[in-house]
């Protein structure tokens, strides 16, 4: 199996010049360093480094070759990966650059072909090597990571190493981590099947800067993430600039969210920075699941108690107090002056026992705790270590620590590391790390059925721009409700019409030409009677003079709903996207949307409807009945099958929708055809 | 001057066993290490310490002894005072615990007097010392930090231990380290007065967890921020839990927030945590002014400059793309694939003279510069820090960078720090301190005018509640708008008024005890005629039954404008605070609302109109007229006075406010009278 020979070679061949400072060199020697010892100069000089033989052939060498690194100049990988696959060579790391990226996507195919003939799967080229610290590979010119249980694959070498060179420091261990430059065989999909089922990887940190097709990103993130979790790095709004071209719902809540949208569908957790990585890390490589929100505060410190606290509820952790069972077996640990609320302040004499006693009750009835100590610099912090061990071993809960400052205070660090008791630098870091691993597992255990695809049904009616009665008609068919509704085209029938609505009503022009109705007095509220509607229908003809003016369409007046919208649109890397939010000027203002890949399920339905900020108004405040969130609900779920059935279907906007204590209605609704300009 | 006595002593005494592992022991050895010459042991025995000479009383001391650090139990430190103050010291630092702190408040006052006889000036007690690098006094348990021109003012002695502990890694240099304990005599406002003026002090930032005075607290503020600036970390919510008691317009901000809005309003600098503390000294210590928004990101990879980019549009800096003049001299300097928007990528291959042009170039037309460098590890780091310093010196503008991996990523790191030039973790990290140090700028370039305090005029009118038409005269006497009132007490009346006011009209009850109008049906709205005004009448005198019903007041029915609310508290801490926000079902989902300590000058209304979220909603969006902000910020001036020109108002609530293209009308209003238990 060719991952086999990548990650676990039994013999590894290297490419390129061994002289000193050139990348045969140095790659060498880094193998050799990080202790593999079945390594092998390959080059036209067969010449060897030290101890390493070296072979102008692979076929020379004796023993079983199973991965190739390829830092040899580019014109040469071809003929280097030919002589391996006779040897029966599996993997090659090509690190070669001057392939696709640099335009000779030709070269690049060459080598992709030799590679198919001897069935050898390789990364790059183009790439900044792997490494497996878990057999010893060092593949790469960056630095050397600690050897640990993350895997990290990153789609910037660069990155990758500023990420491994940071890892020591920051206390995290690497199991693997790979580049793979162009991507051309082996990809980033590969490699996360590939981790998902690696013992030695119990969580996985990528660091992407574009995807090439979303949708298969996500069915390998969905695969994934139920087994280990994912944090991925996502670098940006001004890559991503030319994707700005979201339905004007869409477009509210910025091009980047609807990465936001997919990782979080697919139980990935997005961090912002690279730190923010290395914690989230930390927390899943050393602690158990974070199983619930009630986070427990002890600490010898009132403030930084206090800070960590404040920052815990920002992320939606519970910081509740004990209840009052537990408040008397704390007084029972704690001298009289110490505080049993929570933050529990243990005060600045608590001992070693009294944080493992502390932490281990409450843990009974916390779902995580944090372990703040403020030492000084002439008491020792170890026996608070310890303390903290014996907690996390008694509890078998997740303990996140902040221990710093005190005259062991590195010692007592490597303690906690040594026990996968993660310490970060601040109780603020700490709490965070907690939230996302609790999102985690409430992703975990209420995960998304997984949406079939509709089948394409139908094109849109007519050819030009979709009229507005053929879009309501078409909304209807599908189950998304709207008002009754009628389309006039004199004002013999607009009376009729209005009259068989039922006043008073609404009037609007219906014209291929006129899309914004608003903006064109195409709109006329509140009609009361038989002559209104006869002016109204004047009115619109004349205001649509010139055009193309079909008639007009006729509705109930609606009141008393809450104005939501509803939006869709084709991403580049994603495909039909649905967004929603409150409606109304505020929404404008507020950037209050979220977005979702559809399909959607009624389960994702509702949790859009949850996440919005403004989601309390919909539930009703102030004794108001709450909206029929259930109607709204399937309404989404039927208004994400749309782009699947009508596959001409570009972009959607239903604005505003109203939603009643019993049902919703549509008010307004905008279909745009694929490859129309009437935007 | 006993500041220079505390700070620049001639000689110290220090008191406490100097037995192995005792206070004055650790103390002396502390002083001795850090360099101090003039030490002296004062106890009982006369015992020295190594070269230390012992004492049993300081008057025995021939050297001038300027300070005492006191460390022996509390029940000396009378004595040790009455002893020094013989032989003329002039301050002291008051180690030793066990005073006001632990119940203790004679034993303190006592110490005070004789302090106060021998114009003794102290810090302490319960204090954790006292640190002056640039006199190499280090009279302190905690750890010695790295010199410097950060002052710290710390609440919490280990918190402050913990930050001096944390400096030296975190690259800051310390000035002065004051820890003040119970601060009986010299407290954080003496200090900050003191650091305002010391010249080896650029930056002051303070660990605070209460404040006794607010006021007294911001009026210090408001002197020291225009010379230097100001950075804090407060410790929040739970330990203020108890103030949770404002106004409701106010407690939707959160009680926290008046701290916020108090700092803001002095120009002081609020963070979060520990790291940002650290990250915006250094840059205040090291850096020139931030004097506008507009920023460069020069980065040699991409996504790592994408993601700083992100970031510094998150905290409001301007990314704006080079004009063309500067794109086309960034051409001529930059290799054709070099990326010329913003971030300016100058690609793996860029060098350190790159660095340097690109970095001059830039800085003509941007406030300051971020330059991004991820190395990789076989690649020196140090020609790129030169360029850096070599372009800081050129625009004399702000550049802070993130310089990672590298062969000499250290002898780099250092190198930046000896020029002065902050070198941040991350690009996120950088940005975030450009754009406080911007805010900061802000501040200085538009300082709220000094508002006096008005005198008082008057009481509240009556005795009980303020009923609604007494309310509504008032303000109209003190220049906040209200709309035409009528208060009619019989049906009869009410017609009369009705009328003269103009139908439609609203009628609402007024009692005494109906405070809650429109949950009690004590409000209708839209009465058109004069039936309706006699029934209106009826339904609401009905409606009161019996309570003590006064009649009716009756307004025209206001139309069109935006709503606004105003609430008015009396903080504990810092007095009367105003809260100002959008109105409306959204308020109180999105608790969009700002405070500011009153009273509140025009400058200062402007700034919180301009502070909420909602605020495009005033300025008017989709061709909406704006909202009369200059009317507004009229009424906040006037309403903020009222506390002061009515001694007896405790709390006021304006909800709504009418925000009209044309002025501004108060909707209703509630004065509540101190003392009063109808809340």
Redesign the interface.
């Known amino acids: 199996m060719s991952m086999e020979a990548l990650f676990n070679p039994r013999g590894v061949a290297v490419t390129g010049s061994v002289s000193p400072g050139k990348l045969g060199n140095?790659l060498i020697n880094r193998l050799v360093e990080g202790g593999f010892e079945k390594v092998y100069a390959l080059n036209p000089k067969a010449k060897g480094l030290d101890g390493v033989p070296g072979f102008a052939s692979a076929e020379e060498i004796s023993g079983p070759v199973d991965l190739v690194v390829i830092a040899s100049p580019a014109p040469t990988v071809k003929d280097v990966l030919e002589d391996c696959g006779k040897k029966g060579v599996k993997a090659a790391i090509i690190i070669t650059s001057g392939f696709s990226e640099a335009g000779n996507a030709e070269g690049e195919e060459e080598i992709k072909q030799v590679a198919k003939k001897y069935g050898i799967r390789f990364t790059g080229p183009n790439c900044a090597g792997l490494v497996n610290t878990h057999s010893r590979l060092l593949a790469t010119?960056?630095?050397a990571p600690p050897k640990g249980h993350t895997a990290l694959i990153s789609?910037?070498?660069?990155?990758g190493?500023?990420i491994m060179?940071?890892a020591h420091e920051q206390g995290l261990g690497i199991s693997k981590f790979i580049s793979y430059g162009n991507g051309n065989d082996l990809n980033e999909l590969e490699f996360l099947k590939f981790l998902k089922d690696d013992p030695e990887t119990k969580v996985i940190a990528m660091?992407l800067?574009n995807i090439k097709n979303g949708r298969e990103f996500m069915q390998v993130l969905k695969e994934v993430t139920p087994v280990k979790p994912v944090v991925i790095?996502k670098?940006?709004?001004?890559?991503t600039g030319q994707r700005a071209t979201l339905s004007h719902t869409g477009s509210m809540a910025g091009a980047?969210a609807v990465y936001d949208a997919a990782f979080r569908e697919c139980g990935a957790l997005r961090v912002?920075?690279?730190?923010d990585m290395f914690d989230l890390c930390k927390g899943f490589a050393n602690l158990p699941p974070v199983q619930g929100r009630r986070l427990a505060v002890v600490t010898?410190?009132?403030?930084?108690?206090?800070?960590a606290?404040?920052?815990a509820?920002e992320v939606s952790l519970n910081v509740a107090e004990p209840s009052p069972e537990m408040t008397s077996v704390l007084k029972g640990i704690l001298p009289p002056h110490a505080g049993v609320?929570n933050?529990i302040d243990i005060t600045?004499e608590g001992t070693g026992e009294e944080y493992s006693q502390v932490l281990t009750e409450v843990l009974k009835e916390y779902d995580a705790a944090l372990a703040l100590y403020?030492?000084?610099?002439?008491l020792k912090a170890l026996p608070v270590a310890e303390g903290i061990k014996r907690a996390a071993e008694m509890s078998g809960k997740p303990i996140v620590s902040t221990v710093?400052?005190g005259c062991d205070?590195e010692e007592s660090v490597e303690f906690l590391k040594a026990h996968h008791l993660p310490n970060y630098?601040?109780g603020?870091?700490a709490v965070k790390v907690l939230a996302r691993m609790a999102e985690y597992h409430e992703y975990l255990t209420n995960k998304p059925e997984l949406s079939e695809i509709p089948e394409q049904k139908a094109f849109l009616p007519g050819t030009g721009p979709v009229l507005e009665p053929d879009g309501m008609a078409l909304l209807k068919e599908n189950g998304i409700p709207v008002p009754e509704f009628r389309f006039a085209q004199s004002p013999q029938k607009a009376v009729e019409f209005c009259r068989s609505v039922g006043y008073p009503v609404v009037m609007k022009v219906v014209s291929p030409e006129i899309l914004h109705k608003s903006d064109f007095g195409g709109v006329i509220l509140n009609i009361g009677d038989d002559q209104g509607a006869e002016k109204a229908f004047d009115q619109l003809k004349h205001a649509a003079a010139g055009r193309d003016f079909r008639g007009v369409v006729i509705y109930p007046m609606l009141k008393g709903g809450r104005e939501v919208i509803l939006g869709l649109t084709r991403d580049v890397q994603f495909g039909p996207v649905v967004a929603f939010g409150l409606g109304g000027?505020?929404t404008?203002?507020?950037k209050d949307i979220v977005l979702r890949v559809a399909p959607v399920d009624k389960k994702g339905a509702q949790e859009m409807i949850r996440s919005i900020?403004?989601y309390?108004?919909l539930k009703g405040?102030?004794g108001q009945e709450p909206a029929d969130l259930d109607a709204l609900a399937d309404a989404i779920v039927n208004f994400s099958r749309l782009p699947f059935l009508y596959p001409d279907l570009e972009e959607a906007d239903l604005n505003p929708v109203f939603v009643f204590p019993k049902g919703v209605l549509v008010g307004d609704v905008r279909l745009v055809r694929s490859g129309s300009i009437n935007k």
């Not at 403020?374 to 002439?378: C, L, N, V």
């Open positions: 140095v010119l960056e630095a789609q910037s070498g660069a990155v190493g500023n060179a940071w660091y800067e790095i670098s940006g709004r001004t890559s980047d912002e920075t690279i730190e010898n410190s009132g403030g930084p108690g206090v800070m606290a404040d920052k509820e609320k933050p600045v403020i030492g000084t610099p002439y710093l400052v205070v630098v601040t603020e870091r000027i505020y404008e203002v507020l900020r403004t309390p108004i405040i102030r």
